[in-house]
């Protein structure tokens, strides 16, 4: 792994959508048990297609699939850290040659996605404060019934809305992750 943090070029300063606001409509899913594997199988992916390009990351099962128990849209969330986000050259293309599709490009955060839209790769450079944010409600959600059940009766209630964009729906959970984070900082400091 490179200790050189020093990037390449300047990242990008604005959030390019690709493909602009998708109308979508989601349904929330029991825990399905197969999440897991589906995960693993798209981690192997990744890795291969990374790991033939020199490129060494982290990757981790994040979001709603990867908490058991927690009724979720299904789609795998996916967390990869690379050394340096501004050098697409190195995961970008690689992934894209693998099949997936690049969603959202913003400031410190890339975004590829199968084209069956099943599973959402969220890449950030490693140390990036989000990857931890991720863990952070991950864990807390695997081992905290109570919020467990607030975050699944929160998604419940929003999907039972009309969203003309996800990306709208995902705003609307805002204050109630963060609620649910700040409670998870608490139990991690008592821990």
Do not use: C
């Amino acid at each position: 792994m490179s200790t050189d943090r020093t990037p390449r070029r300047p990242d990008v300063t604005s959030l390019d959508l690709v493909g602009g606001a998708e109308k979508v409509e989601v349904r929330l899913h029991d825990y399905d048990g197969r999440w897991p594997e589906i995960f693993r199988e798209h981690r192997r992916r990744i890795e291969e297609a990374l790991v033939a390009s020199g490129v060494e990351v982290e990757i981790e099962h994040i979001g709603s699939t990867s908490v058991p128990g927690l009724a979720a849209k299904p789609i795998v969330d996916i967390v990869v850290a690379v050394d340096d986000i501004t050098a697409e050259e190195d995961y970008l293309e690689p992934l894209l040659a693998a099949g997936y599709l690049l969603r959202v490009r913003e400031p410190g955060h890339r975004l590829v996605r199968t084209p069956a839209r099943d599973a959402h790769v969220h890449i950030y450079e490693r140390g990036h404060p989000a990857v931890d944010e991720y863990r952070l409600l991950r864990d807390h959600l695997r081992s905290d019934a109570d919020d467990r059940a607030l975050y699944e009766n929160t998604k419940r209630e929003l999907l039972s809305r009309r969203w003309d964009d996800m990306n709208d729906y995902a705003d609307a959970k805002t204050q109630v992750i963060l609620a649910i984070k700040e409670r998870a900082r608490a139990a991690r400091g008592r821990g």
